[in-house]
């Protein structure tokens, strides 16, 4: 800073397992033999333990914490870091999400029958499930007036609701997803006419897909905007879905590309939508919107807008 002062930092993490992946190896062995099993194995079992590896690493110490909201975890991390700038309580802040495989997602996915044993099918007829996927995505966010180089873009407008229609699912009228999408371009002034890229939650289960399909057609009309979903090429990363898909929606502004929505052959008889089935490069992107949505009806969605600054502009 000009001042001479240390930047104040932040650090906010989102998962929804923890280091459950390693406690379950440890229950292994416990449970034939009580006096068996490795100790260090569960002590990172609880959700914050990560992110408080992660902050001691990077030497962040001014704010930490951790948001488990199920699969809208990472988008409302972001919010979270984006509010607390926006209110002069952090400089900078690092946002995003982590999780990994483990037998009590996949065991619990499958209890609610929408796992898909072949590769999932995001926004096809076809389509009959999810295929999960673990992983990490972060951003740095920060106020222009700390900037130290040419940013990748902006966060002009974020928006987390919650419709509590049902403990693991969406309502049909997509009314959760409707609302997050909306106030989301509302917070950011622009038109919805105006969105170029929408990187959609797109999960490849039947009721999701529907569900976000008729919000979309309820917000846009009969011109929905590019849209596709980039969960059949990483699956489902649950609490971490935001954080990597954010660095997705980053870069589609950045470098002008949208993506392909994989495995995608018919429309899906509820809305008719047709998502992208093609990389597209080198073309105008200003305005992306991205969704996620998590159990319980908590719905967040981001908007992210090319900025004014010039690229390669020194800051």
Request: net charge negative; glycine share 12%; hydrophobic share 35%.
């Amino acid at each position: 800073q000009q001042d001479s002062q240390p930047l104040r930092i932040g650090f906010i993490s989102a998962t929804s397992v923890g280091g459950m992946d390693l406690s379950e190896h440890f229950y292994e062995s416990f449970k034939e033999n009580p006096e068996r099993g490795r100790l260090r194995e569960v002590i990172s079992h609880d959700c914050g333990a990560s992110t408080e590896l992660i902050a001691s690493h990077l030497g962040i110490n001014d704010f930490i914490t951790t948001i488990s909201t199920a699969c809208s975890s990472a988008a409302n991390a972001i919010m979270l870091g984006a509010r607390m700038i926006k209110h002069g309580l952090l400089d900078a802040v690092v946002v995003g999400g982590t999780d990994a495989l483990c037998r009590f997602t996949l065991n619990g996915f499958n209890s609610l029958m929408i796992l898909d044993k072949a590769h999932c099918r995001p926004f096809d007829r076809s389509r009959t499930g999810l295929n999960l996927g673990e992983g990490a995505g972060y951003l740095v966010l920060q106020p222009e007036s700390s900037l130290r180089r040419t940013p990748y873009c902006e966060l002009s407008g974020y928006a987390n609701t919650n419709e509590a229609y049902h403990q693991t699912g969406s309502s049909p009228e997509g009314d959760g997803a409707f609302l997050s999408m909306s106030e989301a371009i509302a917070s950011s002034g622009i038109s919805p006419e105006e969105i170029d890229y929408i990187n959609v939650h797109g999960t490849g289960t039947p009721g999701n897909d529907a569900s976000e399909g008729m919000a979309l057609q309820r917000i846009f009309g009969e011109h929905v905007p590019p849209f596709s979903s980039v969960k059949a090429f990483i699956g489902h990363t649950l609490g971490a879905s935001e954080g990597i898909e954010a660095v997705y929606s980053v870069l589609s502004i950045y470098k002008g590309m949208t993506y392909p929505n994989l495995n995608f052959t018919n429309a899906m008889p509820e809305t008719g939508l047709i998502p992208e089935t093609t990389f597209r490069e080198g073309i105008p992107v200003r305005h992306v919107l991205s969704n996620s949505f998590g159990f319980g009806g908590n719905d967040s969605s981001l908007l992210f807008s090319a900025t004014n600054i010039p690229q390669g502009t020194n800051l």
